[in-house]
Structures are given as structure tokens and as C-alpha cells.
């Protein structure tokens, strides 16, 4: 089968284009990139929902990539501790590489159909816990083995794939397919594909946070007051929600430590 994310651009000379025809060009395409995910949506709900009913058990998400796709993921998981108060380690990021493969690239480390599995075996894995693989053309060694394995012992399985009828795919019970076309610059997978990815993990961590009741109303009540920026925010989130000053809402924030046990407490009180 011929591979979407390699096939041939449909624009061609780019070098002859003027900066703003380029620019014009690559935003075209990238604006189909929303569209092909929602056609992904009923895939996604139903990955979604097999992921919360684990993690309410206690279950952790593992994603699993390399490259572009490994990074992303590495991206996704990191934010979820400061944004919504979860603990490390409840979402995790693995690259092919290991941490080095995130700011540089590690020959040949995607090629390793056994290490996925053995990254993922440091954290002593359980049944009730999820591998997310992510790969744009959905042949990634270091993702098939490690959705392969996971699969064999017990873990949910699922997958972000660009490509239709993908090994990656065939390994995951609960495939997330979003097929974008062809590249901009052909093969170039960290633009239209990347940006899918990026797009449908937002919309993986942020309902599976939500469906754990990790946001009240549509505040992130959680989440850690890492800088002034986010005293700032969770001070006015206190002071909106309970209708008083600045100066009690930061007083209360400073006591209790976050929006959730500041309001709580006050209403108790």
C-alpha cells in the first residue's frame, strides 16, 4: 500500500516561491489538518473511553514514539502534572532514544522492535495500565514491538497513525487513524502530521483530566502555582468564584495551596 505521509507533495518548485507564497501554501494545507481529525473523533471517544475506565482504577497512560511523534508525546504527558495537580508518572512520555532522542537525533533508535517494551518495563507496568502509540506512518519498529508487547500483557492499547492499514494500527485494539495527505515539503511528517497528533493528544489529555475531575467549571483547579503568572491566575480564579478581594483570594491561595482546597475550604466554612 502507498504511503500517505510519503506521497508526493502537491506543491513543487518550492524553492522558486516567493517567502509569502510559501507561507501562503504551507497555511493551506495545514488548514485541513482540523478537519481530518474530526473525522477521527469516534476513534478517539472510543480510545478516550477505554482509558478513563482504567485510569479511575488507577491505571496510567503510557505514550510511546519516536522522533517528531516520541517528542510530542514527551510534550503532552510533561504538561499534565503543572496543569491539571496530577502526579508525575501518571502519564508518561517514551522516545525512541531515551532523553537524549529529545533534543537530538538517536541513529537507528526507532529500529529497536524490543526496547519500547523494556522503556516501559521501568515503570512495572499493570493491566490497568494504557500504551498510546504514536507514529506518523504507522511502521515505526520501536511502536509496533512496544504496542506488541504491551498488548500480550494484559495493557490497553491504542494508537496515533497517519497512515491507513498501518502495522502500528494492527497492534493497537483502539486505533486513532487521521489520514492528512501529503506533506508540504514530501515526507516532511513533523508538519500536517505532526500537527494532527498534536491536536488529538491535546484532545486525549484534556478529556481524560476533565472525565477525572481535574476541572471544575472550565478552571484548571488543580493545577501547580509553578510562577507568578499562575499565583496570579489562581488568585483570581479564588476571588471570581468566591466574590471577594484580591488580597483575601491570595490569602486563602497561599494557606490551602490551590484553587480547589482554597474555595473548598472557604464554602466549608
Known amino acids: 500500500m502507498q504511503s500517505v505521509t510519503e ?5 513543487d518548485h518550492l524553492e522558486q516561491m516567493s517567502i509569502h507564497d510559501l507561507l501562503v501554501n504551507i497555511n493551506n494545507e495545514d488548514k485541513t489538518v482540523p478537519l481530518a481529525v474530526e473525522k477521527a473523533i469516534p476513534q478517539l471517544e472510543a480510545l478516550i473511553g477505554a482509558i478513563v475506565a482504567r485510569m479511575k482504577q488507577g491505571g496510567r497512560l503510557f505514550y510511546i514514539g519516536a522522533g517528531t511523534s516520541g517528542r510530542l508525546g514527551i510534550v503532552d504527558a510533561s504538561e499534565c502534572p503543572p496543569t491539571y495537580g496530577v502526579e508525575h508518572g501518571l502519564v508518561v512520555g517514551l522516545i525512541a532514544g531515551g532523553d537524549t532522542a529529545i533534543r537530538k537525533a538517536v541513529e537507528f533508535a526507532e529500529d529497536d522492535f524490543e526496547q519500547a517494551w523494556k522503556d516501559i518495563g521501568e515503570y512495572l507496568p499493570n493491566e490497568l495500565d494504557t ?7 504507522g511502521r515505526t519498529p520501536y511502536v509496533i514491538g512496544g504496542l506488541k508487547a504491551a498488548r500480550a500483557n494484559g495493557l490497553l492499547t491504542g494508537c496515533i497513525v497517519c497512515n491507513p492499514g498501518s502495522p502500528v494500527a494492527a497492534e493497537a485494539e483502539f486505533p486513532v487513524e487521521i489520514i492528512v495527505g501529503p506533506e508540504f515539503v514530501t515526507g516532511s511528517t513533523r508538519m500536517k502530521s505532526g500537527t494532527a497528533q498534536k491536536l488529538a493528544l491535546n484532545m486525549i489529555s ?8 481535574r476541572v471544575r467549571g ?7 502555582l509553578s510562577n507568578l503568572k499562575l499565583v496570579d491566575r489562581g488568585t483570581r480564579m479564588v476571588m471570581n468564584q468566591l466574590n471577594i478581594s484580591y488580597e ?3 490569602e486563602l491561595l497561599k494557606k490551602y ?5 482554597a474555595v473548598d475550604n472557604y464554602q466549608a466554612g
Open 131 to 137: 500504551v498510546v502509540g504514536i507514529a506518523a506512518s
Open 257 to 261: 495551596g490551590s484553587v480547589r482546597r
Open 218 to 224: 472550565n478552571k484548571m483547579v488543580d493545577m501547580q
Open 7 to 11: 506521497s508526493q507533495s502537491h506543491y
Open 248 to 250: 483575601e483570594a491570595s
Open 206 to 213: 484534556t478529556t481524560v483530566m476533565i472525565q477525572l475531575g
